[in-house]
């Protein structure tokens, strides 16, 4: 419940979700349609629900921004203070 509201928030510029976080994602029903990144062994379980799944650094879909693991934590967060600038 969360996660959704935050999603419909203006107020709220990013979520960010790194390496297993996006399986909340999953749960709350954002992964759906979402271009999305993770650590590898959860892409199934994200296409598995409609999303498409990169295996990039970083990978955003409207609020969300997804990174795979922590060694792509420079380029998350380069990423999310971007976006919350705006």
């Known amino acids: 419940a969360f996660i959704k509201s935050a999603n419909s ?7 960010g979700a790194i390496c297993h976080g996006p399986w909340l994602l999953v749960e709350s029903g954002l992964a759906k349609g979402a271009t ?3 650590f590898p062994s ?3 379980d994200l296409k598995n629900v409609g999303a498409t ?3 990039e ?4 879909h409207a609020k969300l921004v997804t990174s795979r693991n922590p060694d ?9 203070s971007e976006m919350v600038a705006q």
Do not use: C, G, H, R
């Open 72 to 80: 792509d934590i420079p380029a998350f967060v380069d990423k999310i």
């Open 9 to 15: 928030a203006a107020s709220i510029k990013a979520i």
């Open 42 to 44: 959860i892409q199934t």
């Open 36 to 38: 999305l990144t993770s």
């Open 53 to 55: 799944w990169v295996d």
């Open 57 to 60: 650094e970083v990978a955003t």
